[in-house]
């Protein structure tokens, strides 16, 4: 059995999509229910395992509503494998029957990340913070600032060395999934942000040196995107957004869709977004949809025309 992963993949759905414990408790029999059943490794499982494990399942006399519940759990468990770059295909998509439009992601408008930036921006900036205080609302903001201006992925974002963010860089090399590496922009605004934490940081003498950006008491030495959500959903909350609604991942998505509207072409944000396949980025094309709808609704020279009305 691949505990290993199956722990990263409830990971993922209890911190990004804010799975309740009956929920992740039934992901996890139903993952560790096809384990058993398969000969070797969970994790290089094939379409014919998936398959076969199917058909034992109606052998047995399993209802439709069980087997299609373990269909679609093994289904999210394999696409999560794929899309974290731990396997290079996903065996359980030709079982997937009639493709289906993907779900658009959700996404933050411009007004709520603002609100969200002012927030940590404004908490950041309170006179009489203790120094722990100080930094930990410093950090937000360095984290908020850079994520919404990169669109990076969580798990880059909070194991960024400190060596990565140079003072006046506008630019900086994150290594993704697969070892790919790309090129991602910092704002003015964000290099402020990492540099007045910095300053805290490292005034505050009790604090260790660490050649993470965001070091913390943790087993790998940086905050974890556990921490890291958690807190965010906290600051949504004081920003009077929907907590539940929140995550980094969110952000990364809000990030894409709002270079998309107002004039990024899809090929630039697939590099920004480190996306290996421009297919994987076209889940934002409803962006350029609309906007495309707008410029012939605004800008055609015969859009306000009624001569060619039948």
Same mark, same amino acid.
């Given at each position: 059995?691949?505990?290993?992963?199956?722990?990263?993949?409830?990971?993922?759905?209890?911190?990004?999509?804010?799975?309740?414990?009956? +929920?992740?408790?039934?992901?996890?029999?139903?993952?560790?229910?096809?384990?058993?059943?398969?000969?070797?490794? =969970?994790?290089?499982?094939?379409?014919?395992?998936?398959?076969?494990?199917?058909?034992?399942?109606?052998?047995?006399?399993?209802?439709?509503?069980?087997?299609?519940?373990?269909?679609?759990?093994?289904?999210? %468990? %394999?696409? %999560?494998?794929?899309?974290?770059?731990?396997?290079?295909?996903?065996?359980?998509?030709?079982?997937?029957?009639?493709?289906? #439009?993907? @779900?658009? @992601?959700?996404?933050?408008?411009?007004?709520?990340?603002?609100?969200?930036?002012?927030?940590?921006? *404004?908490?950041? *900036?309170?006179?009489? =913070? &203790?120094?722990?205080?100080?930094?930990?609302?410093?950090?937000?903001?360095?984290?908020?600032?850079?994520?919404?201006?990169?669109?990076?992925?969580?798990? *880059?974002?909070?194991?960024?060395?400190?060596?990565?963010?140079a003072s006046g860089a506008e630019a900086f090399v994150v290594?993704?999934?697969?070892?790919?590496?790309?090129?991602?922009?910092?704002?003015?605004? $964000?290099? $402020?942000?990492?540099?007045?934490?910095?300053?805290?940081?490292?005034? /505050? &003498?009790?604090?260790?040196?660490?050649k993470f950006l965001f070091p913390a008491d943790s087993a *790998?030495?940086?905050?974890?995107?556990?921490?890291?959500?958690?807190?965010?959903?906290?600051?949504?909350?004081?920003?009077?957004?929907?907590? &539940?609604?929140?995550?980094?991942?969110?952000?990364?998505?809000a990030f894409a869709s709002h270079l998309l509207a107002h004039?990024?072409? =899809?090929?630039?944000?697939?590099?920004?977004?480190?996306?290996?396949?421009?297919?994987?980025?076209?889940?934002? +094309?409803?962006?350029? /949809?609309?906007?495309?709808?707008?410029?012939?609704?605004?800008?055609? #020279?015969?859009?306000?025309?009624?001569?060619? =009305?039948?």
């Amino acid at each position: 059995m691949s505990a290993g992963d199956i722990t990263l993949f409830l990971d993922m759905v209890a911190v990004e999509r804010g799975a309740s414990p009956n +929920t992740i408790s039934a992901y996890r029999r139903d993952l560790e229910d096809f384990a058993d059943d398969c000969d070797g490794p =969970l994790a290089q499982a094939t379409t014919d395992d998936i398959k076969a494990y199917l058909a034992r399942l109606e052998a047995n006399g399993a209802k439709a509503s069980t087997a299609a519940r373990r269909l679609s759990a093994l289904k999210q %468990f %394999f696409q %999560f494998l794929y899309a974290e770059g731990l396997r290079d295909d996903d065996p359980a998509e030709p079982l997937r029957g009639p493709k289906k #439009p993907k @779900p658009l @992601p959700k996404v933050l408008d411009e007004r709520a990340v603002d609100a969200l930036l002012t927030v940590a921006k *404004e908490q950041g *900036e309170q006179p009489g =913070l &203790k120094p722990a205080a100080r930094i930990k609302a410093l950090r937000m903001r360095a984290l908020l600032e850079l994520l919404y201006a990169s669109g990076m992925r969580v798990t *880059e974002l909070v194991s960024l060395p400190r060596s990565a963010v140079a003072s006046g860089a506008e630019a900086f090399v994150v290594r993704g999934k697969g070892g790919r590496e790309r090129l991602v922009p910092v704002t003015p605004v $964000a290099s $402020a942000a990492v540099r007045n934490y910095l300053q805290a940081l490292d005034a /505050d &003498k009790r604090q260790a040196p660490s050649k993470f950006l965001f070091p913390a008491d943790s087993a *790998e030495g940086h905050l974890t995107r556990q921490a890291f959500a958690r807190d965010l959903k906290l600051l949504g909350a004081q920003a009077g957004l929907d907590a &539940k609604a929140l995550s980094p991942h969110v952000l990364r998505h809000a990030f894409a869709s709002h270079l998309l509207a107002h004039g990024a072409d =899809l090929r630039t944000v697939q590099s920004l977004l480190g996306h290996k396949d421009i297919a994987t980025t076209q889940i934002y +094309t409803h962006v350029l /949809d609309e906007r495309l709808h707008g410029l012939v609704a605004t800008c055609h #020279p015969l859009a306000e025309s009624e001569e060619r =009305l039948p």
